[in-house]
């Protein structure tokens, strides 16, 4: 293990005590952390230490920061507090959610119940109504972003993490996936809007086209664009369509589904629906 994912026990900014690594991926890793003044149990998302010196992908993590504390919604993860630890590493402090994520029960489970899965995602299609009210659009959309857990009635809830897009400014910097020197890919090929893929302006569309890929990939266990190398999935999204639903539900009720999920994966972002709102209603029509 890298020595990122060794630091159980440290303190920083002599309030935050490291208790124990709960996530870790390519940018980031994220602690369990002990807030001793207010005894609270938060989560740390902290940059590793090879990136921390490298302006990108520390403005990626201040811009999920920013974006953020602009929203408040029961199923989006809320800030707390940002500032950067002694090692030089940035990070962010997030709510504590005690579950798993979306990508985790589908390396488990392989896929999840339909009626389960539409019931997940009208909570994930009203926190992305209100994120885009406020200009404020995900950019990243992809299972490991979705976290689950029981409130206290026993009901299955969604948090979303991982937002980074801001306004329309902030749209058009962050669309640029591909950095044009190193070939290096912003972003995660199998959940790319296909303006995404194209380095185009990002808005509520791009989101749309996003989560519905991640719906078809949790009701039916795979992506609906995945080739061998990111950059054949990439053109994929821009020109291939995708497969029917294979599953064994009721066979009328994936038809709907189907053709909700098609409308919304359109390659041209106007052919789409054109709010978070407007896709909810149509996959809760399917799911009559």
Not at 24 to 34: K, L, N, P, R
Not at 36 to 46: F, G, I, Q, S, Y
Not at 215 to 237: C, H, M, N, S
Not at 254 to 271: N, S, T
């Amino acid at each position: 293990m890298a020595n990122d994912e060794k630091m159980a026990g440290t303190v920083v900014a002599e309030r935050y005590e490291l208790q124990e690594l709960i996530g870790s991926g390519g940018m980031a890793v994220i602690y369990q952390v002990h807030h001793r003044p207010t005894n609270k149990v938060l989560a740390m998302k902290m940059l590793r230490s090879h990136m921390s010196t490298t302006p990108k992908y520390v403005q990626h993590l201040m811009q999920e920061a920013k974006a953020l504390s602009l929203l408040s919604h029961p199923a989006i993860v809320s800030v707390a507090d940002m500032g950067i630890a002694p090692s030089g590493q940035p990070y962010i402090l997030l709510e504590r959610i005690y579950g798993e994520s979306l990508q985790q029960i589908l390396d488990r489970d392989k896929r999840v119940d339909l009626n389960r899965a539409l019931a997940i995602f009208a909570q994930a299609c009203d926190a992305l109504a209100h994120a885009g009210e406020r200009q404020v659009f995900h950019g990243d959309l992809k299972p490991s972003h979705f976290l689950l857990f029981k409130d206290e009635s026993g009901k299955e809830c969604v948090k979303i993490i991982g937002f980074r897009v801001i306004g329309k400014n902030q749209a058009e910097s962050t669309s640029k996936s591909i950095d044009s020197k190193t070939g290096e890919i912003y972003g995660c090929p199998p959940y790319m809007s296909p303006e995404q893929c194209r380095c185009k302006p990002l808005d509520e569309r791009s989101d749309i086209y996003s989560l519905a890929c991640v719906i078809y990939e949790v009701v039916t266990g795979k992506p609906p664009f995945l080739k061998d190398t990111p950059q054949a999935t990439l053109l994929e999204q821009i020109s291939a369509e995708p497969k029917p639903l294979q599953i064994g539900d009721d066979p009328e009720k994936i038809k709907r589904l189907q053709e909700v999920l098609f409308k919304a994966m359109a390659k041209e972002a106007g052919d789409r629906y054109q709010s978070m709102k407007e896709f909810k209603q149509a996959l809760q029509s399917a799911a009559l």
